[in-house]
């Protein structure tokens, strides 16, 4: 991943990513700060097609001041999908299948990092279920995200976009289909 300014010189191309943890590593998807003060991207391992380590570094660099914001173990098969960085432009959310793989909870951490800073702000449910699903609010700092759970029931809540999940409100309760 590189930057350089809009109007050039190609002579100013700023290499922002980490290097590559082996064979199959890559960027795999990158987003801009609302300010565009700043890079929000993910790479993948030898594993994950997604994502495997997410990582935020200032526009201007350079690659070594890139802080890593989560990430799973090389080898494991868990992905982060879904990444947005909040309006105000504080905090990156991002989904986890960190219980299990495909079942995804929901995490944000400061866009400075560190990754030891990351909150589940999900809620977890004594009877299962994974986040399907989140949309960050334009104004007011918080999250909705929907929870699916056997027999196919939908809850939606609502979370401050720094957390944590016990601070979730139910919105709404989808009854299991009929038949």
């Known amino acids: 991943l590189y930057s350089v300014p809009i109007g050039g010189p190609a002579s100013a191309t700023m290499k922002l990513s980490r290097p590559l943890a082996g064979p199959g590593s890559r960027v795999t998807g990158f987003l801009l700060s609302g300010d565009s003060s700043r ?3 993910t790479m993948s391992n030898q594993c994950c097609a997604d994502g495997g380590e997410l990582y935020s570094v200032a526009m201007a660099g350079p690659a070594g001041s890139a802080v890593k914001l989560a990430g799973a173990p090389l080898g494991s098969y868990k992905t982060i999908q879904d990444t947005s960085i909040s309006p105000e432009g504080h905090r990156v959310v991002y989904r986890l299948d960190q219980d299990s793989v495909g079942q995804f909870a929901l995490f944000s951490v400061p866009i400075v990092g560190p990754a030891a800073a990351a909150v589940r702000i999900s809620r977890q449910l004594a009877d299962g279920g994974w ?23 939908a809850l939606l809540y609502s979370v401050p976009v720094d957390g944590p999940g016990s601070s979730s409100v139910a919105l709404a309760e989808e009854p299991p289909p009929e038949g």
Do not use: N, Q, W
């Not at 949309?135 to 196919?152: D, E």
């Open 39 to 41: 890079v929000v991207y």
């Open 131 to 153: 986040v399907e699903d989140y949309r960050l609010a334009p104004a007011g700092g918080r999250v909705m995200y929907r929870i699916t759970r056997i027999p196919y029931t």
